[in-house]
T-cell receptor
Framework: GAGVSQSPRYKVAKRGQDVALRCDPISGHVSLFWYQQALGQGPEFLTYFQNEAQLDKSGLPSDRFFAERPEGSVSTLKIQRTQQEDSAVYLC??????????????FGPGTRLTVT | LAKTTQPISMDSYEGQEVNITCSHNNIATNDYITWYQQFPSQGPRFIIQGYKTKVTNEVASLFIPADRKSSTLSLPRVSLSDTAVYYCLVGGMNYGGSQGNLIFGKGTKLSVKP
């Protein structure tokens, strides 16, 4: 079956531009997570959705970061006025369970964002 | 939130058994121990999970001592394709905070040589 997909796979943005990153989770998965992974580091949690509700956005680094999942399936992570420090791989993961580390999360391949 | 400590890197040769140990001294009673694997240009992939004693699946074994303050991921007879970063995580259900989130460290970069 299809896994988690993300698009685009690569994005180059000039500093100050807005970007939108898309995540298509596994069909039927209630939970959706976004992570940011800097080079040489492990993924860091950004935000969590349960269906269409954003229940945890404690990891979003600034108010320039915004995520939505309006119909409880596809999600978009938007970064406004990109800065060089936003350069990273953005990973999306989905799970049939809730916000529970005991359950497997299924990750997409990520979107590599480079801000020049 | 429980934190984990694991070696930054390890080298091995094809056919050898590899053991990666992770320390998690502050693990909570309801926390589980989970290992993920990540190849370059891919997202992490779940390998194995356990609460106590030993767990084995088709990919790996996980050994957890009685005090649960550490765990060891064992990969039998590694091949070149096992070259990846391995992350040890501890966590459980969300009780109102963010305890249910996956907290990744830097992981252990395993290099398997021919």
């Amino acid at each position: 079956g299809a896994g988690v997909s993300q698009s685009p796979r690569y994005k180059v943005a000039k500093r100050g531009q807005d970007v939108a990153l898309r995540c298509d989770p596994i069909s039927g998965h209630v939970s959706l997570f976004w992570y940011q992974q800097a080079l040489g580091q492990g993924p860091e949690f950004l935000t969590y959705f349960q269906n269409e509700a954003q229940l945890d956005k404690s990891g979003l680094p600034s108010d320039r970061f915004f995520a939505e999942r309006p119909e409880g399936s596809v999600s978009t992570l938007k970064i406004q006025r990109t800065q060089q420090e936003d350069s990273a791989v953005y990973l999306c993961a989905s799970s049939p369970a809730g916000q529970d580390a005991r359950y497997e999360q299924y990750f997409g391949p990520g979107t590599r964002l480079t801000v020049t | 939130l429980a934190k984990t400590t694991q070696p930054i890197s390890m080298d091995s040769y094809e056919g050898q058994e590899v053991n990666i140990t992770c320390s998690h001294n502050n693990i909570a009673t309801n926390d589980y121990i989970t290992w993920y694997q990540q190849f370059p240009s891919q997202g992490p992939r779940f390998i194995i999970q356990g609460y106590k004693t030993k767990v084995t699946n088709e990919v790996a074994s996980l050994f957890i001592p009685a005090d649960r303050k550490s765990s060891t991921l064992s990969l039998p007879r590694v091949s070149l394709s096992d070259t990846a970063v391995y992350y040890c995580l501890v966590g459980g259900m969300n009780y109102g905070g963010s305890q249910g989130n996956l907290i990744f460290g830097k992981g252990t970069k395993l290099s398997v040589k021919p």
